[in-house]
């Protein structure tokens, strides 16, 4: 078992202190980029419709948010060690086409690896919609079957099994950015399959940690309070892999396995 939330809460807050001004601006950045972000894919959908909504969202999304979003957890993480730089480095991996293409294979890594098992887990999901669609059956030339009104709840009830199952399967990749940005020599496979096995002891925490800051989580849906939330929450998040990384090397050493990532 790793720390509990409460000292991970403690820890966070020790690192920020006296750096609130920098660690604000630094979640003002990546705020406003999602925003802007968020803005244009409305005058995609409003113009361009929901096809081209859905595709500029995802790429946006791989291409720019989410290397954006690991140049802000290496920001944090430094932090935590006592280095204050300044937000400029949020921008760290798009400051040469090494560190773009590097950020950007953990990113298509993480995300074609979760649509792919998020497709087979909402398949039955999307058969069950399918077959309870009168277009289905007129295709064939027949009448809708009786039993077809019985479908919409057996259909919510697999999105729902499904989206539970997605989500336990996403935990699993929790710590696979920490890893990544802590270890400039870390090959992406390797931090996507160790933070599987690290989560494995550390998964319960992890979630409950996660619901500890559900309150905190909310408030951010107001956007302007979530400059002020954020660097508290990434913070947090990166001293509870830190502490999960220090629980596995723990086991390892017990088990006479030399630590992977003594240095995390």
């Known amino acids: 078992m790793t720390a509990g ?20 601006v630094a979640s003002i950045i990546l705020a406003s980029t999602v925003l802007i972000f968020a803005v244009i894919g409305e005058f995609v959908l409003l113009f361009a419709g929901n096809i081209a909504a859905v595709i500029y969202r995802v790429l946006f999304a791989v291409f720019v948010v989410m290397p954006l979003f690991l140049g802000t957890l290496r920001f944090f993480w430094r932090l935590l060690f006592g280095m204050e730089d300044d937000p400029v480095i949020l921008f ?18 993480l995300t074609v690896r979760i649509a792919v098992i998020g497709a087979v887990l909402f398949l039955p999901a999307a058969v069950a919609d399918m077959l309870s669609k009168a277009e289905f059956y007129e295709a064939f030339g027949n009448a809708i079957p009786m039993w077809v009104s019985n ?11 499904a989206g539970v199952a997605l989500a336990l399967v996403v935990i699993r990749y929790y710590a696979a950015p920490v890893l990544f940005i802590a270890d400039d020599s870390i090959d992406t496979a390797e931090a996507i399959h160790m933070s599987s096995v690290i989560a494995r002891g550390s998964y319960a925490d992890f979630v409950y940690l996660v619901f500890s800051f559900l309150g905190w989580i909310l408030l951010c849906f107001l956007y302007v309070p979530i400059v002020f939330i954020l660097p508290y929450l990434l913070v947090s998040y990166l001293v509870h892999v830190r502490f999960a990384v220090a629980y596995f090397n723990k086991r390892m050493s017990r088990a006479d396995q030399a630590p992977t990532f003594s240095g995390v």
Do not use: N
Not at 94 to 107: G, I, M, N, T, V
């Open 151 to 161: 479908l919409w709840p057996v259909s919510v009830l697999l999105k729902s099994a």
């Open 5 to 24: 939330s409460s000292a991970v809460k403690a820890t966070a807050k020790t690192a920020l202190k006296g750096k609130w001004i920098k660690s604000i």
């Open 92 to 109: 760290y991996y798009f400051s040469s086409q090494d560190l773009y293409r590097r950020a950007l294979k953990l990113c298509l890594s």
